[in-house]
């Protein structure tokens, strides 16, 4: 770990000195952890082409998915040292970093559907929450929504009971494992480029992921059955090293950032198609069988899984949590 610490360092003052310049250009590392084909890898590619066109060739954007250059919890680290510039990580990949806040993205239910989720990421609530993560060196451009995570498994889930005792995948936050307990599972951290062969080899037993990412992993080919319980949001914040960005020359920075709002608009409105399509694509497959309850059974769901929210209210903070509710109509009564 000494010598990754090292290397990411010295990484890091190579790219920081001259705006990570290569023969005058201005290099952008945008580094994720997914397929070039899901919502995230097509609006990185789109970023990519808007602003290399937008500078005049100024900005060169290298995009590396699929874990290429670094995993889930080595990225941040990563863009914190200047290793890479550009990344867009879930949104749960903050509460480890010390911004528990927004960790309340994680909790289940709380968005009923995409409506909810941007009024609350695109308002004032989700500039604030971004603010919070420049003391750590960290500058928040935007957001990008993903999708609707739901269990999936080798045997069918039909009730919350069904996933007791099963090992199953999260990433690395504190709601998501409340989540998982509550539910009588066990919950296990792991990298999403591990989870195919986890899955593969039985390490564990099943998964929350949103279609897109279950499909182009491949991961629904070693998963019998995935019903769609749509019991939280994933989004990812496009996020940049805030050196770096604070340093780039004034028109270049309102280029990039035009070019941020552009790919924005784009990733958010492809997110939701990209899902379905692969929910209709994992169907079509006949590896596995796809599931959705009906109104009672997520009504079962959304009760069982109710208690996380009253449990985490501190760690996220009650009167987010409210101004939350607010927002969305949720009734953490009901």
């Known amino acids: 770990m000494k010598l990754k610490h090292a290397a990411l360092a010295v990484c890091a003052s190579l790219t920081l000195s001259g705006f990570a310049q290569a023969a005058g250009e201005i290099v952008i590392k945008f580094s994720h952890v997914v397929a070039p084909e899901t919502p995230k890898g097509k609006a990185a590619e789109y970023f990519k082409k808007l602003a290399e066109q937008r500078t005049h060739g100024k900005v060169k954007v290298q995009v590396y998915p699929n874990s290429q250059l670094y995993k889930d919890k080595e990225e941040l680290e990563a863009l914190q040292l200047g290793a890479v510039q550009m ?95 509550t539910l009588g599972a066990l919950p296990q951290v792991m990298a999403f480029s591990e989870v195919y062969q986890a899955l593969q080899t039985g390490v564990v037993d099943g998964t929350e992921l949103e279609a897109s990412n279950l499909y182009t992993s491949k991961a629904y080919e070693v998963q019998k059955n995935l019903t769609l319980t749509q019991h939280g949001f994933l989004g990812y914040a496009l996020i940049v090293n805030k050196k770096f960005w604070d340093g780039l020359p004034a028109d270049v920075r309102a280029q990039l950032d035009s070019a941020v709002q552009d790919a924005s608009v784009y990733a958010n409105k492809i997110a939701k198609e990209e899902n379905d399509k692969a929910v209709a694509a994992i169907k079509a497959s006949g590896k596995t069988k796809v599931y959705v309850p009906t109104p009672q059974e997520r009504e079962a769901f959304k009760k069982a899984l109710l208690p996380v929210h009253q449990k985490m209210a501190s760690r996220i903070g009650p009167d987010l949590l409210k101004q939350i509710y607010k927002e969305t109509g949720f009734n953490p009564g009901k």
Request: net charge positive; aromatic share 10%.
């Open 87 to 181: 990344l867009a990580p879930s949104l749960a990949k903050f509460g480890p970093l010390g911004v528990k806040e927004f960790e309340v993205f994680d909790l289940p239910y709380v968005f009923d559907n995409y409506d909810e989720v941007n009024k609350v990421m695109h308002g004032p609530l989700g500039k604030q929450l971004l603010g919070k993560l420049e003391t750590k060196g960290i500058k928040g451009l935007a957001y990008w929504d993903n999708g609707f995570k739901n269990f999936s498994a080798n045997k069918p889930i039909k009730s919350p009971t069904d996933l007791k005792g099963m090992k199953i995948r999260i990433q690395s936050s504190k709601v998501l494992e409340e989540e998982m307990r």
